[in-house]
């Protein structure tokens, strides 16, 4: 019985247990789903086979996979011994001996003479033969006005600044590193360690104790810097240098310097392990809460940092406390089984063995609602993941300058996102988010054009935190629009740049200025959100949203005409730096509401992290020579044009791309028929990128030239390239009409679609919370979209990997029936096989164990093409798709299924797969023949089982 507890523990704490399982023979895709909770982790596991030099006379090393056949690189030089460089000088460095380069090692290799007694500095003094350097007897003794002396830190400094030299040193590496537990950190730390414990050696009994503690302190500090948050060796030898610090801090009486020493000790705590265990992390709550006061006493800007840690650690101390619980009662029913052995039938002692029993089973019922409760709280495995892990590492300044100095970085940003994720109250995170706000405005880092989308955010913050919510619904409600709330703030001071003060500046726009087309442009999405106002609205969260955007729309127009006249230059300047600031947000946040109704839930094949829609982000699918004419727009129009070549898997990083875009342009210009195979390629990755950002509702701008034909799924008028020198500004124009217009949107709906699919889904499901937050869409939730997507984010969020992700497609979702299987066939219509190869999917359709309905693109009667196909789509329980010469627009249909996640087989009768486009080259083909129908029916009817 207690065994369940202990395994939830277990988990909480993150360790998973399961076997690592390859999802595909020739792909090194690992899947491990946990025995326990179920939980599913995915990971990249290659089988490398050795590295070789491929020529003699280079350092070039390759090794390839002997699963998925991936080629790795890296250089291996062979080092020779060291060597003097020049002549007198006593510098060594290496050379290989593969290419007869020089490593960028260096070190001194003196020829001392011996020790000679020098009364003028009272130490023994020697000389080196080969350069002539001086040495004193005393660390850090100048000798002479000649050659400086050798000490492994700058020459001529004392010991306090030869200890600030190689701290800035350490911490200049881990303000530039992508992580701070990269490698490169980690080897900087090394150093930092040596040089510190060699200058500590030689410190003198008379510093002062302030300076030997901090000394102390950070070479704690570095030793968690080496550990890179997991080398246990290190994690003690950092603790046991904070242990050297303490009395030197407590002689000291510096109360700031002790909370900065007692704070990074809990850092190093609360990470220690033995034995499945974290034994030190009461000791770190408790060093967190001793030094708060003192922090919000003397250093505000620290206690955003000791508040996020403290929220981060108190899941896992519950966690473990109910691990240790469930552990002491498997000992005792352990003891309880051998007792009960013993007993016999003598009834005294069975009868207080059964109370005993009962007793357990009692405790077991209490701890059962811990660990539901616990499901909820337990963070990452790496609590302290974006959190600075100690407060001296930006050195001075930093979290040691004066209050309200600090910028709010990527890393600040990082550390509210975390302190959301792991359970931070509202009012904590809305007092986060205002004290860094704050502090941006007195510092002067925030522009009049970003302060009007800012002080809109923090007025609905103000409001939602001062609201109370009663009742279940309101309460995930409230939760979900604070976490969007965040995500928009934080996304918002990503970049805290100081721009230039614009000029005082007359009101009105000048005709044609970019200005006058922004107030255009707004005014049009204005008068939509007051048409909306008007509707009879049976949602409060729709009509709260409303609400919301009225004075947002007023602000935005009352800065357009504040940017008055000036040198056209000036003035689209201004006007571009305000819709990067603030009216762009605006025009996305008034998409999103017209997009309510299309509320959908998928399974994409790639990894879906949580991400949000950047404003400022384009997506570019294409050539060459429209991508001239974008990135120019770009450039004058301060937008941020996704970059098109991407490292990694380029499938999930453009899935990736096109889920926080804005919108995306799509460059069809290529597109003719009948194509070769290698140059359909390029014309079908574009299609398929289009199909993906269809099914994610992202506006789209279609790139074409005069009189081409269009692929039938392309719905979209496509901008007209005509080369006469004004195709920039149709670019643009296209543009605005993406980003400030509304595309799709309408009367039809699919959240009752979405509420039927995730109640067949997930209204028995084991996890008690997402039964219950299910149960809270009565009726009149279910009448406002807005309300299902906050209540189903919070229902969702408590399945982990497994959940379904909410999307919000160009037109509305449906899902295949229960009960009822359905094949949609995707395919080419003209050619002649195509008929030959439907007629044996169809076939294979009825001869199916349960039978199937085959639908084609073809056969379905509704005059709206790419509608019907989206809808077909997302009904379908089985996909096919055959990819036979690269048919556009049959790519563009696997694009959809793929972000959907639907049940897809994909054929082809192409010998040259490896021909096709890089974001399907690692997805499973299967060749046919129509001469051999019998293997390709052989398929379908292993597809269709």
């Known amino acids: 019985m207690f065994k369940n507890l202990l395994d939830k523990g277990k988990c909480g704490l993150g360790f998973h247990q399961g076997q690592w399982i390859y999802q595909e023979p020739n792909q090194c895709q690992q899947l491990q789903v946990c025995e326990r909770c179920a939980a599913e982790s995915r990971r990249t596991e290659h089988s490398w086979g050795d590295w070789s030099y491929p020529t003699e006379d280079a350092c070039d090393l390759v090794r390839r996979c002997d699963r998925c056949q991936e080629r790795e690189s890296q250089v291996a030089h062979d080092w020779g011994d060291w060597q003097y460089l020049v002549g007198n000088s006593c510098d060594q460095g290496q050379r290989c001996l593969r290419c007869d380069q020089w490593n960028d090692a260096r070190q001194a290799a003196h020829e001392w003479d011996p020790w000679e007694y020098n009364p003028e500095y009272r130490s023994s003094i020697r000389a080196c033969q080969r350069c002539g350097r001086q040495m004193g007897g005393f660390p850090h003794q100048i000798v002479g006005t000649g050659p400086a002396p050798v000490f492994g830190v700058e020459p001529g400094l004392d010991s306090i600044e030869s200890r600030q030299a190689i701290m800035e040193a350490l911490w200049d590496v881990e303000d530039n590193a992508s992580s701070l537990e990269g490698p490169e950190v980690r080897a900087a730390a090394a150093t930092a360690v040596s040089e510190l414990n060699l200058l500590l050696a030689g410190w003198g009994e008379d510093q002062d104790p302030l300076e030997t503690g901090r ?74 809460q001793a030094v708060l006061p003192i922090f919000q006493a003397e250093m505000p800007q620290g206690v955003a940092s000791v508040n996020n840690s403290l929220n981060t650690l108190e899941p896992m101390i519950q966690a473990q406390a109910m691990l240790l619980s469930a552990q002491e009662g498997i000992d005792q029913a352990d003891q309880l089984a051998a007792a009960l052995e013993a007993a016999g039938d003598d009834p005294e002692k069975l009868a207080a063995i059964q109370a005993e029993v009962e007793r357990l089973e009692a405790e077991e019922s209490g701890l059962l609602e811990q660990a539901y409760s616990l499901g909820l709280e337990v963070p990452d495995t790496e609590p302290e993941t974006g959190i600075e892990p100690k407060l001296d590492s930006e050195a001075e300044p930093g979290l040691d300058s004066e209050p ?59 409001d939602l935190v001062n609201t109370e919510a009663e009742e279940l619904p309101e309460m995930m409600v409230r939760s979900s629009k604070a976490k969007d709330l965040l995500n928009r703030m934080s ?215 005069e009189g081409q034909a269009m692929p039938f799924d392309v719905d979209v008028e496509p901008l007209r390239l005509a080369e006469d020198g004004q195709d920039g500004q149709r670019l643009a124009s296209a543009m605005d009409e993406a980003l400030y217009g509304l595309q799709r949107g309408g009367a039809d709906s699919s959240v009752d679609e979405t509420l039927r699919y995730v109640r067949q889904e997930y209204a028995a499901h084991d996890m008690a919370y997402v039964r219950i937050a299910l149960e809270q869409i009565d009726e009149s939730a279910g009448a406002d979209p807005l309300k299902v997507r906050d209540i189903l984010s919070a229902a969702l969020g408590y399945l982990g990997p497994e959940a379904p992700q909410i999307i919000y497609p160009t037109w ?134």
Not at 418 to 425: D, F
Not at 587 to 614: F, G, M, N
Not at 896 to 923: C, E, W
């Open 215 to 288: 000394t102390w302190r950070f070479l704690g500090d570095a030793y968690f810097s080496q550990s890179g948050k997991e080398d246990q060796q290190a994690l003690a030898l950092a603790i046991e240098a904070y242990g050297q610090a303490e009395p030197f801090l407590e002689a000291a009486g510096d109360r700031l310097e002790s909370a900065k020493w007692r704070f990074n000790l809990a850092n190093s705590q609360r990470l220690v392990q033995r034995d499945g265990f974290f034994p030190y992390l009461e000791e770190a709550r408790e060093g967190y």
């Open 404 to 462: 309200g100095s600090q910028s709010i970085t990527d890393e600040g940003k990082q550390r509210i996102i975390e302190a959301a994720q792991a359970g931070a109250g509202d009012a904590a995170l809305f007092s986060m988010l205002k004290e860094q706000y704050q502090a941006e405005i007195a510092a002067g880092r925030i522009s009049p054009e970003r302060q009007q989308l800012f002080d809109a955010i923090m007025a609905e913050a103000g």
């Open 491 to 705: 996304d918002a001071v990503a970049r805290p740049d100081a721009l230039t003060a614009l000029e005082e500046l007359q009101a009105g726009s000048q005709p044609g200025s970019r200005a006058a087309q922004l107030a255009e442009l707004n005014e049009r999405l204005f008068k939509y959100v007051i048409s909306e106002t008007s509707k009879a609205h049976s949602g409060e969260q729709e009509w709260q949203t409303l609400q919301a955007l009225m004075p947002r729309y007023i602000s935005s127009r009352n800065a357009i005409a504040e940017l008055g006249e000036a040198g056209d230059a000036a003035l689209d300047q201004a006007a571009y730096k305000l819709e990067r600031e603030n009216t762009r947000r605006l025009a996305l946040d008034t998409r999103s509401y017209a997009l309510r109704e299309h509320l959908t839930l998928a399974r994409p094949v790639w990894p879906a992290p949580a991400s949000s829609q950047k404003p400022n982000s384009i997506f570019y699918s294409g050539g060459p020579e429209p991508l001239a004419l974008l990135e120019e727009i770009c450039g004058r129009q301060e937008l941020t044009l996704l970059p098109l070549k991407v490292k990694g898997d380029p499938a999930a990083e453009r899935w990736k791309q096109l889920r926080e875009a804005n919108i995306a342009v799509f460059d069809l210009s290529a597109y003719r028929r009948p194509m070769p195979l290698e140059e359909a390629a390029a014309v079908a990755a574009v299609g398929y990128e289009l199909g993906i950002a269809l099914a994610l509702g992202r506006p789209v701008v279609v790139i074409a030239n």
């Open 812 to 945: 509305p979702g449906d899902y295949p029936a229960l009960y009822q299987r359905r094949c949609f066939h995707v395919t080419a219509f003209g050619p002649d096989w195509a008929n030959e190869t439907m007629a044996l999917v169809r076939e294979s359709c009825q001869l199916a164990g349960e039978p199937i309905e085959y639908i084609r693109g073809d056969q379905v009667l509704d005059p709206d093409i790419i509608r019907s196909i989206w809808d077909e789509i997302c009904r379908a329980s089985h996909v096919v798709v055959d990819l036979t010469g690269l048919n556009i627009n049959a790519v563009l249909e696997l694009g959809m299924a793929h972000a959907l996640g639907r049940n897809i087989l994909i054929i082809t009768q192409d010998d040259r797969p490896d021909l096709y486009f890089r974001s399907i080259a690692k997805v499973r083909l299967h060749h046919y023949d129509l001469d051999d129908p019998a293997a390709l029916q052989e398929l379908l009817a292993s597809f269709f089982e």
